[in-house]
C-alpha cells in the first residue's frame, strides 16, 4: 500500500472535521441537531469513499485477480478503520473543544422541560400519558428528565455509539462494495 492510500483514511477524517466545523459555524450556527444530520451524512459519504479507494487501489495494481470475496471486504475494512478511529477522536475533539452544540442542546432541553412542566394541567397531562411517571413529583419529573438529557448529551454516550454506528456502517459498506466490484464491474 503506497503511503498516500495509508494517510488517505486519517486525512478524510480530517476533511470530516473540516466539514462539520464550516458547516456548525457558517451554516447551523450550533444547532447540534442540522449539525448532527452534517456529519451523519457526511461520514457516510467520506466511509463509502475511502473503501471504494481501498478496492480500486487493489485491482489497480494487479493484485486483485485470484483474490476471494472476503479478502476484498478485509481490505476494505482496514482501510475504513482507519477512517473510522480517525473520526472518532475528530468527533470527540469536535464536541470537546470546538463546538458548543452540545451544550446549547442540554440548555435548550432544560427549558423545554421547564416549560412542559409549567402549569399543573401540564403535568396532569404528562402523568397521565406516562404511567411511569405517575407517583413522581413534579420536582422528580424534572430531574430525571434532566438526567436522562445529561446522559443523551456527553461524549461518554456519543463516542462509543458513533464507533458502533461507523463500525457497523463500514462492514455494510464494505460487504456491498466487495460485491459490487465482483459482480457488477467485472473483476476476479
Known sequence: MSSVNKWFPWA?????????????????????????????MSNLLLILLVIFVAIIQV??????????????????MLASLKYVAGVVIAIGFYY????????????????????????????????????LLKDLSKEQIIESSITRTDTFTSL????????????????IYSLLAAFLFRNFLRVR
Not at 485491482?59 to 476494505?76: I, P
Not at 442542546?105 to 402523568?127: F, G, H, M, S, W
Open 12 to 40: 478524510l477524517a480530517g476533511v470530516w472535521l473540516i466539514i462539520r466545523i464550516i458547516g456548525a459555524k457558517f451554516f447551523f450556527e450550533n444547532d447540534y441537531d442540522k449539525g448532527r444530520v452534517l456529519g451523519t
Open 59 to 76: 485491482y489497480r495494481k494487479g493484485s486483485g485477480t485470484g483474490r476471494s470475496f472476503f479478502s476484498d471486504v478485509r481490505q476494505s
Open 96 to 131: 470537546s473543544s470546538l463546538s458548543e452544540e452540545l451544550e446549547n442542546k442540554r440548555l435548550n432541553d432544560y427549558v423545554q422541560i421547564e416549560q412542559a412542566l409549567d402549569t399543573p394541567e401540564e403535568l396532569a397531562r404528562i402523568k397521565a400519558e406516562n404511567p
Open 156 to 171: 461518554r454516550v456519543i463516542l462509543p455509539s458513533s464507533l458502533m454506528a461507523l463500525l457497523a456502517v463500514s462492514f
